[in-house]
């Protein structure tokens, strides 16, 4: 696999059902862009379950957004306050061959 290329990652639920791809170079990037779309907080993360497209490995992450100041240097049509997401890795498992 080349250095810089893009891996697919589908989004499982807790009954395995899978929806929505991501794409990202390391699982911790497609995670991010999954928590920017959940309702988690700090206090409450959601799971955020990952399979890797063509494989059995299942990245686990607890995800969650806060709402930050945006930089100095934003746009003009950025507004005052923006989402930022968190992830934390908390592991992976492998699925069971079907």
Same mark, same amino acid.
């Given at each position: 696999?080349?250095?810089?290329?893009?891996?697919?990652?589908?989004? #499982?639920?807790?009954?395995?059902?899978?929806?929505? =791809? +991501?794409? @990202?170079?390391?699982?911790?990037?497609? /995670?991010? $862009?999954?928590?920017?779309?959940?309702?988690?907080?700090?206090?409450?993360?959601?799971?955020?379950?990952? #399979?890797?497209?063509?494989?059995?490995?299942?990245? =686990? +992450?607890? @995800?969650?957004?806060?709402?930050?100041? /945006?930089? $100095?240097?934003?746009?003009?049509?950025?507004?005052?306050?923006?989402?930022?997401?968190?992830?934390?890795?908390?592991?992976?498992?492998?699925?069971?061959?079907?």
């Amino acid at each position: 696999m080349a250095e810089n290329e893009t891996r697919n990652f589908v989004v #499982r639920d807790k009954n395995g059902k899978e929806h929505g =791809v +991501f794409t @990202g170079k390391q699982p911790r990037q497609a /995670a991010l $862009k999954v928590a920017n779309r959940g309702k988690g907080t700090k206090s409450k993360p959601d799971t955020i379950r990952l #399979r890797e497209r063509g494989t059995n490995k299942v990245h =686990v +992450f607890k @995800g969650w957004k806060d709402k930050v100041d /945006a930089p $100095k240097n934003k746009p003009e049509w950025m507004p005052d306050k923006i989402n930022k997401p968190f992830v934390k890795k908390q592991g992976i498992e492998k699925l069971e061959k079907a």
